[in-house]
């Protein structure tokens, strides 16, 4: 790490009431310059009352929980989908909540089960009449009559959210005991509104040396499905999902803004849901629009009060984020005055930064002060490494903090746990400096940037640029596609597919990236039947585009291609419907420019079998038994590249660097600082003319830079180490 | 190999003029009691009159090029896709014949395009109206006007073969240079039918020493377009298609026959064409039931006039099989006296053995005496080892003849090739003695079978039982599998999805597999739909019934699941539609009584991922990466397994016969006649009270083998050896 003196200030400390003297302590050893509470922590007023400005969490929808318990019908709620039920008989009872988590679920047996709900016969996929069916409120289940006997039958219900899912989350991961449970309640209603106005109102007045509210977040969380205990503490979690805003109210009110209705099946979708990582469909994004719209405009309500109030408004970028869409046209409205993002990687950093519409960002690093992480494993307690943790996070991160500035950084959690960890507060203290570092080069003006612009295209476009649609699934190309973009010295922006349909491919594009499994919101699905955009992307393409697809991209069964650019690619995938056909052989030339760099076969981890070239013009780069895994085809003017798949690695971003500047015919271009070990990234800040070089390896690693003109220079680093060249 | 004296008869040895001596002294040496001829050899005198039955092979569409020459029009024809073409500008020029064996086709010009082709927008999926195109004929392509820029367009079209595709081959094959190209004539017209049957009655009178006569084959040759040799030898091969039975006579007698028209399209099907292992239309089934009738009722003719002329029919069940259909209902009214299907494997001999309808069954053995083999590997030539590979293929079909008799065997191609590898004349007399003491033993009676009935169901059914639609597929599950049931001492066959529609599970069956990937014949697609199937499967497992799913069974999109059948199976595939649920954990138990005979993991080849399980019920024997392998379920009263892959190795037969024994309910039935090493099988001929077990191991094995009483026989068997025990 860096060896420059000791600064101050940007920097958030989670403060811990009882551990005031190690609140001020921490605060001036990682140079804070705010002190934050956290769900389960409060502050005490010697650090309130110490010289830092305070950060107060606020969370409205779980705040009042008086008043949710006088309101029950006014608490969120969602559709779920019983598990199936296999008719044996003539008629079939089905116990609605079996196998969910029923402290966290109620079945809403207000609003007319007849009127909001559906049974469906998925044998056959059909839904059931609605007089063949009845509920029945004290037991909890539907009984359906005149089933066909052998098939399958689930309910589409509503269900009350009688604990509130994150204070669940952090309630059960600390042992809260019989602390009263908290319920979300609805902001849909008016009467709910006005509750929440007024608890902020009062809140405002009685927390005077609050300087900033932090929303963590605003109203709806993000879709979390728990089930029951004894068989499976989690069912369905999207980080990006909309389930959660779901009520008759609301899709009342959906029906009189879009002017038609949405049915239950369109939030439970086979059981699928509406997941980020599914296309949406039309009706998806009506429903996401409306309810952009409605938090938009009630939040900027709550915002404009605590602006009147003399303080400023923070968004945390997680849990009840949903409705809020910080990439979304509307985000600017809610007149933020700072987001906050927590983040492991490099991409998540990038999405905060990119953000438009609000002064302040701030990253929230991991781990977070909890003895367990988010998977349960241990951090701050015996079999931890929160320091190993916190270093291994922070290197992916720097990658993209190279690229875009960032305002600040801290920690949430409880400040105590620390107290065992030393190496874990030398570690932080080292951070802090470096970011602090870094940020002050972004002062001076952007980072040198290749002449190069790429667009990933996916079905959600800008609106989740930077993919953030359910956290990191592993195996999801795009995550390993947008982490290695994220610390690249390239301007990569985000399309959708309406995007296309509508303006074409954008002027200036040097790339479109698209890359994900068929059927994926990230490949398209359905839109690649849409010969619009195969007219555009060909029609550029042919005039100098570059078109670099990964895994399955343009896939869908359509027609008599798989691949739906598979004239552009050269290759198509056999996915069984032409074992018969007889596959050209599969020549490999392995000198290729996209391969300098590094030796060996690249592991792109689970990857695309079954790829077949179309034509000896096919460049084969590199091959699995048969199966070709880096292609580079010419269609026209433009240059396609195809990847069997991709995982964030050294060896492969460098792959996917160089690929850029092939597809975009611009391999000449490439050398311009730029560093030769794979291992290292480097930025150049022109204005002020320094050098940034970072390492992300565990050893210490020599590299040569180059610089515009071409000349190298040999920079030596420690592990995770990171050196700053004055070039004046 | 066994030591048994030698013995002699049942065998079929091809001789060729110039190397009598040799022939005679062969026939001597392997026991034959029949001569043949091979195509590209002859027999001559001093052959035909020694004192052996002559086989003369006889194809009758190629017999008479002079009368194919005289009536261009009347050769056989096919549908092609030419290869598609992107538009650059208003109109394109696609030469249809462009990738393909101009040797091979000729476009038919004489029966209008307008007609008969279609030309699509494979952009869209949409066909171009026939006043948008113009077909020169001087040039061989279409022109396609008002095209849409950047669509890709193909052409169907008819085109004529003016080189009999299985003489192609051997002609190519041996170099026979400037030797006439044989051209296929269409028995569809009369006057071709004519010429056929003037041709036999003179062919007949011209070969009085003949006492069989050879078919290779009847009329139609299974489809094999072959490309531009610059480019690809072969485009599409499929053994089992009727592609090459298409021409617009028939067409139009189908229209007549059925009722309404084929189109080109239903069978060039998005260039995937009609194979086998696409689950067929029911628009295919009907083309397939015409073809049948009218190849059954003109081959009979055929035949008759064989019979009248004192001389027995056989016909080789490959190269020109199409439309024959063994196992079809109309089969035993070509009155064929024998059939012979060449084999390299045991189900290829259950395909055989199983036929009803002809009395002789006879099996080409392989290798084939060519100088290279089917996929161009060196076999009598420097670099083959023949008699290696006859015996690993004997090995195999020796496990299928253990169960069902077959009469006879027989070599076929240039006998003079064997001179330079004494060891493959030693092994064939060592395989033609060891194949006459298993006869014998099959003319006492069947061997044991257990109380166990399987069928194996597939889109297919029993029309194509032993899976005979495309030769052996890498990666296929269906061949892995029932290459192992074909040496299993169980009862099996084959049935549809029209089967079960029609009348349910059949009375008596114990257990039913489907094993397959989504989509394929095997799996069966779409007809998993059909609730009718799935309602009596349910209804049948729920009564006792043993389900057995390997790889994607039961799997189609459609409603809730992916597997219809995952209720029964306990397990489904996460195919990407739901990456944010949450999948139970597995927990494997690996002391099931289907594991029992072996350690560690087995070997599945390419098997489905992402599998889990539906709840904690589903016993998990053996999971990768998360995945379940191996599954056992129950549901009523049945049992229900799922296998991730299958390949056939002892290990797998064993999981296989096991798993049989479980589903059924059955495990205590398991020991009697099994042996305890799973590189023997054994077989018991209860009348004459002998035992004969067999080993498939390169090494010596020890094995027990237990009795009816599951008392054990301790046996040591020679690599592939062969042990008879008299047990009275």
Known sequence: MTDKPKTKGDFTLPGEAGYED???????????????????????????????????????????????????????????????????????DIDLLKGFFREQFEINANDDPKTWWQVFDRTTAEEVTKDQWTFDKDSGAVTVQNVKKWHKYTVNFLAYRIWEGISMYNHIT?????????????????????????????????????????????????????????????????????????????????????????????????????????VPSGRLWDWMDFMNEFVVRFGRQCIDMIHDAGKLAYMFYDDHWVGTEPWGRRYRDLNFDGLIKCVFNAFEARLCAGV?????????????????????????????????????????????LLRMPIDRIGLGGYLHLVRDFPDFVDAIEHITNEFRTLKQFHAGGAPYTAPLKAVVLTAWGKWRSWDYVGHFIPGVEIYEVTESLAGLPVDVSFISFQDIQKHGIPDGVDIIINAGKAGSVWSGGEHWKDARVIEAITG?????????????????????????????????REIGLTLSHV?????????????????????????????????????????????????VNSFGKGKTIYMSGFKFSPENTRLLHRSLFTAAGKEPEYRAWTCSNIRTDCAFYPRIKKLVVISSSDTAETTDVFDAAGKSIRIHLEPHGIKIMDMS
Not at 52 to 61: A, G, H
Request: one cysteine or more.
């Open 356 to 400: 438009q519409g609000v002064r302040t960002k701030e990253l929230r690093l991991h781990p977070y002060l909890f003895p367990t992480g988010l998977k349960g494993e241990p951090t701050f307690m015996e079999g931890g490494n929160p320091a190993l943790d916190a270093k291994r996070f922070w290197v992916n991160i720097r990658r993209g």
């Open 174 to 278: 600390n042992d809260w005991g019989d602390r009263e449970h908290q319920m979300p309640i609805d902001p849909i209603y008016p009467e709910a509104q006005q509750a929440m106005l007024n608890y902020l109102k009062k809140w405002l007045d009685e927390h005077p040396r609050t300087k900033i509210v932090r929303f963590t977040s605003l109203f709806y969380n993000f879709a979390w499905f728990w089930g029951d205990p004894a068989i499976q503490k989690f069912r369905y979690a999207d980080w990006g999902s909309y389930e959660m805003t779901v009520s008759p109210m609301a899709m009342r009110l959906f029906s009189r803004a879009k002017g038609y209705e949405m049915t239950s099946e369109d939030f439970v979708n086979n059981g699928a849901y509406c997941s980020s990582h599914n």
């Open 583 to 631: 596959k050209l052989p599969v020549t490999v030339s392995s000198t290729h420019f996209i391969l300098k760099d590094f030796d060996g076969e690249p592991d792109f981890g689970k990857e695309i079998d079954n790829v077949y070239v179309l034509g000896s013009d096919t460049e084969v780069l590199t091959e699995k038994e048969g199966s070709p895994r880096i292609t």
């Open 22 to 92: 190690m609140t001020l302590e921490l605060a001036e050893r990682w140079g804070a310059d705010a002190i934050r509470d956290s769900d389960g922590t409060v502050l005490s007023d010697k650090i309130v009352e110490a010289d830092y400005p305070i950060y107060s969490t606020i969370c409205l929808v779980r705040a009042d929980n008086e008043w949710a318990k006088a309101n029950r019908d006014k608490l969120q709620q969602n559709y779920l989908m019983s598990d199936p039920v296999v008719a044996e008989k003539e008629h079939i």
């Open 540 to 572: 550029w393409v042919a005039q100098g585009g570059g078109f670099i697809g990964i895994g399955e991209p343009s896939a869908v069964r359509h027609s008599s291609q798989y691949f739906q650019l598979a004239h552009l690619l050269g290759v198509d």
